[in-house]
């Protein structure tokens, strides 16, 4: 089979690879429908993380069951399945609170931006649609790989309900998902920070009702505004950089909360954090966690998080995939073998 | 009047001061009934925060009124009130959202261990309680002042409910109230870490299903053998020192929340808390948001955390109450004009 191996930052090839096989009675393997090219996945390309050796890369997938190991029981061959982007194994005692993406016997997997993927833990980490979905739902189940789950991880970290103000820091992928999530969570108020037109645009049709321009000090003032002076009950925190955590952090009232879902760049200052009472939660998101809930979401066309992709390639172009991300000519890219 | 003033590490006395009078037409003059040193008094005491003059001190109190300012509507002379050791104006934004710590227009006292307090916001700050109370209740009506207030809101913070197990990391009388807040709000498991007996004594009469004597990697082993291998969802700290929240952290499984009310003594690792998905919140307690429940928890004998006083003096007496909470002779002191 062929699958997209980074070799050197700027350098993902589309390259034969051996086939996936079933290695563990618990393993699944699942030939794609669809892939996708993650912001996480420039640290590499941008070389910020190392590229020490060709590694097989991409951690978002939905497609169909080829074939399940003998343990397998709650997915069979042919089903249409997604999974996150870590495996757990759903029984463990961290999986039973719902921590899924801190599973005791989890994982990620040998590159998903390939023809077929082998899945460990598959009973803990697939959830199957009851029947073939529809095309043009593929992108939205595919978000629920990452980003979606991501997005809504945010606004559960920081306890979005139906009586929180919000600002969403971070005009991704993520980002979007994220207000689409708190919109979905019954906030009154959610503020999208984003200067790109049609990034603001999309924030828009996920539900945001206000949009902020403005960054630093100007950006926190004009949430203060939206929010009675004091900044916003929940701010999802969508980027990592240092400066958008300090974004988030002049942008949340005292006593409120902040939920982290961009990959973290260095420590916070949690004295300050204290004397304020403003809380920080997040991580990486409990995918499994949520997937029943937010697949249903996708199936009824009650939300439609497919949006957030503005390419599509196929599998073989993996290469203009990366690059348009990072010039920033695509929000996400999404590629099918 | 009389009361006490700092004047140097060690050096508390007893002695005479100006009669707080009504400054603003929002003040009132209290008369107190009792006071009490705080754990955080004991900085200053101790040396570790600098007294730059002699100051006034204490911040914990209940009386009863003895003037209003003209603007005072919510109490009246003659009424039995407590008010926490922050005072807030109940009407700003902050305080709207429940932050009274954080009021916008709030502030400290001109020393609370004295036989009269200005108690400036006195609508925003003070609750008087429906009829004179029974003099067995004064010590833990004073404890909503500030201990068992803050020991609610490490609990409250954390997320403390009916499905959460608990740890609490100190054993001082905030956290002997934390143990009491997170079986009120019930938890089934709270596990109070402390090596003193009669510490531990009080833990178990607040309600405590286990007690853990170890400290450091031991202590952290005992709790995660109580909790299922991972650890509790919710641990609360209630000493602020660099060794009880790394105790703490030790304490939290992938996932749970730290609520956090020891004064913080530098920052925490927040890049390591992402990857484990815990949170972390707290700070100064919204004494006035919890009053009126607490309160009535107390009034109707329901909970008895004024248990935390194991000596009562004078308050001329108050530097002999510095000195045995310092040499921990004590754990809180209570003192009557």
């Known amino acids: 089979m062929y699958g997209a191996v980074i070799h050197a930052p700027g350098d993902v090839r589309y390259e034969e690879r051996d086939d996936p096989t079933i290695v563990e009675p618990t393993d699944a393997v699942v030939r794609t429908v669809a892939a996708c090219v993650c912001g996480s996945d420039l640290w590499r390309y941008r070389g910020v993380a190392p590229v020490v050796k060709p590694t097989p890369i991409g951690h978002e997938y939905c497609g169909i069951v080829e074939s399940i190991g003998t343990a397998v029981t709650s997915v069979k061959v042919g089903d249409f399945v997604v999974g996150g982007f870590l495996h757990s194994d759903g029984t463990c005692a961290a ?14 997997y040998a590159g998903c931006q390939a023809e077929k993927i082998r899945v460990p833990n598959a009973d803990g980490t697939l959830v199957a649609t009851p029947e073939m979905p529809a095309d043009d739902l593929i992108p939205s189940i595919l978000t629920l790989s990452d980003v979606m789950c991501t997005g809504w991880h945010a606004a559960v970290s920081a306890g979005v309900g139906p009586d929180t103000t919000v600002a969403v820091v971070g005009d991704g992928a993520v980002g979007l998902c994220a207000v689409l999530a708190a919109v979905q969570l019954g906030a009154p108020v959610v503020i999208a920070m984003s200067r790109h037109e049609a990034r603001q645009k999309l924030a828009a049709t996920f539900g945001a009702t206000h949009i902020v321009a403005e960054r630093d000090e100007a950006g926190i003032a004009a949430v203060q505004a939206l929010t009675d002076g004091i900044g916003a009950d929940c701010v999802l925190e969508c980027v990592g950089t240092e400066e958008a955590r300090w974004q988030a952090l002049g942008c949340v009232r005292v006593g409120g909360t902040v939920g982290l879902v961009g990959l973290p760049h260095g420590d916070f200052p949690t004295d300050q954090l204290f004397w304020r009472n ?17 697949l249903e979401l996708v199936l009824s066309r009650t939300i439609n998080p497919g949006l957030v992709f503005d390419l599509e390639l196929p599998l073989s172009e993996i290469g203009e995939a990366y690059a348009a991300m990072d010039e920033r000519r695509a929000i996400k890219t999404l590629v099918r073998p």
Chains 1, 2 share one sequence.
């Open 278 to 294: 403003v809380g920080i939660k997040g991580g990486p998101a409990h995918v499994r966690a949520y997937l029943p809930e937010l």
């Open 95 to 108: 999986c039973r609170k719902g921590a899924h993406a801190n599973c005791l016997h989890g994982g990620g």
